[in-house]
């Protein structure tokens, strides 16, 4: 039954819309032909992040995991992580609107999934109050998502950390392919905007023909 | 340990006679780098490293410890020039860029190095495009009369010639600071860097190419006698100051800020890596 409802959130994870920094990051890893074992590495570095990766997984997991399903309980309970540094919810937040639009679709189709057995009662639950909590704690993130579908099927933390990070993994090395195959050529490479804030000295050159001719290669 | 000695194959299996029958031996490692008897006394490579190394550069002392041999303050203050010189902290690069994310997304320092250096393991730049230019370099003939007919036959056989390729009019600013590097040390060019220079003038003339900073490298590392699996393992953290530069400037600013939303796809047009989501209900 978890196997149906894990698989089904694989799916999700996996889709587009819901890739993140850390795939883009991935794709960055591989572009210049590195091995896939840099995006892996990348990967695995990236979504252990405190704001949208595993800690954050975990941590939503612990803030939720006893709350009754009321909007109060949870905006009090999430308004600040006690682990973190920054004043944020776990699983909440950190996404763009068009990304949080796309979690939004992906946790009303787990819930479709799910909805014969009635067996996902948090996520049930962050739907039917999604512009309550949304404004309270901010959008439900990937992690978030996790998290929530882990607590209804009483995944426990760990399995769910290493479950999220191998499909986080397993999307950035198919996405890093494909940037490798691309190549550079259809990668940005010093072609961004760009703005440099800081304090630029005065230019100087060397004199490669001096040098050269110092170095006995004239 | 470290002196070595023979044992033989039944010893190292546990197994072999009846005293050891049925008993576990524990794994014995057998190393020639150096050996740390905490509280007392910790050795590299023969020397004590509280006595004999803490004068070195880290870039000396890193040599020291890939290579197992000792090389003159010179050679290493070069290595240490070429290095400073090559760590760029410019979020553009793909590496850094990496860094930049992890800095932004607040990842541990540890695992952002880990993923900008895996990330300059590349063909195309980085690393494995460093240690080819070795290979292209070291195969050029001493002889000048060689060089012509060797360089015709890779170009026949359309060989990329790592460390080069970069347009005539492009200098690698990076090479005068290479060469400013020997002048500061006092040292003239030995001859693979002036075997790698002949080289980029004839791409020059031929195919109006220029040489790149990995053909340097890889020539003074030649001409000081560092071996191409030396040369790969040692040159490794020469970009890490750029890595550790963009981490550190993402990891002051606001979370996330750092290309948030930014996507490139690259994909072919029917390519879905991990499958669509499901359909509606």
């Known amino acids: 039954m978890n196997g149906d409802i894990l698989e089904a959130l694989a799916i999700e994870l996996a889709s587009e819309r819901l890739q993140d920094e850390g795939i883009e990051a991935a794709r960055n890893a591989c572009v210049a032909g590195a091995s896939i074992a840099a995006a892996a590495i990348t990967a695995a570095a990236y979504y252990d992040n405190p704001l949208t990766g595993i800690v954050a997984l975990a941590a939503c997991m612990v803030q939720l995991g006893d709350v009754p399903l009321d909007a109060e309980s949870w905006a009090r309970r999430c308004a600040r992580c006690p682990t973190a540094e920054l004043p944020f919810a776990p699983g909440f937040g950190y996404v763009t609107l068009d990304r949080a639009a796309a979690v939004a679709d992906a946790a009303a189709r787990l819930l479709e999934r799910a909805r014969p057995e009635r067996a996902l009662p948090r996520l049930g639950f962050w739907l039917e109050q999604r512009q309550t909590l949304s404004a309270a704690l901010g959008p439900l993130n990937a992690a978030g998502l996790a998290a929530l579908v882990f607590l209804d099927r009483e995944v426990p933390s760990l399995t769910a950390q290493r479950w999220f990070m191998a499909r986080r993994i397993e999307v950035a090395m198919a996405e890093a392919e494909l940037a490798r195959a691309g190549g550079l050529g259809d990668f940005p490479f010093f072609s961004e905007r760009h703005h440099y804030e800081g304090r630029t000295p005065s230019l100087r050159t060397l004199d490669l023909v001096r040098l050269m001719r110092e170095v006995g290669l004239d | ?281």
């Open chain 2, 1 to 281: 340990l470290i002196d070595g000695g023979s044992i033989d194959a039944g010893s190292i299996d546990g197994g072999s006679t009846p005293a050891s029958a049925g008993l576990q031996r524990a794994p014995e490692l057998r190393v020639s780098a150096g050996i740390a008897h905490l509280g007392r006394q910790i050795i590299v490579h023969g020397l004590d490293l509280h006595h004999d190394c803490p004068g070195m550069s880290f870039v000396h002392y890193l040599l020291f410890c890939v290579t197992g041999r000792w090389f003159d303050e010179r050679r290493a203050r070069v290595f240490e020039q070429l290095w400073v010189a090559s760590a760029y902290p410019d979020a553009r690069i793909w590496c850094n860029r990496i860094a930049g994310y992890m800095g932004s997304a607040r990842v541990d320092p540890g695992f952002s190095m880990s993923a900008a250096l895996a990330a300059s393991n590349s063909q195309a730049y980085g690393f494995r495009a460093v240690s080819r230019a070795y290979e292209v370099v070291s195969e050029v003939p001493e002889e000048l009369g060689e060089r012509e007919a060797w360089l015709s036959r890779q170009l026949e056989a359309r060989r990329v010639l790592y460390g080069y390729g970069r347009p005539l009019h492009d200098l690698d600013e990076r090479i005068p600071a290479a060469l400013q590097a020997l002048v500061d040390a006092g040292m003239r060019a030995g001859p693979a860097l002036g075997r790698a220079f002949w080289l980029h003038r004839a791409l020059g003339e031929r195919k109006g190419k220029s040489m790149n900073i990995a053909a340097v490298w890889a020539a003074i590392a030649i001409d000081f006698g560092v071996a191409r699996h030396e040369f790969d393992g040692f040159m490794l953290l020469m970009f890490a100051p750029g890595y550790a530069a963009v981490h550190a400037d993402q990891s002051r600013r606001a979370p996330m800020s750092f290309l948030f939303g930014h996507q490139t796809r690259p994909r072919a047009p029917d390519a879905s890596p991990a499958g669509a989501p499901p359909s509606e209900g």
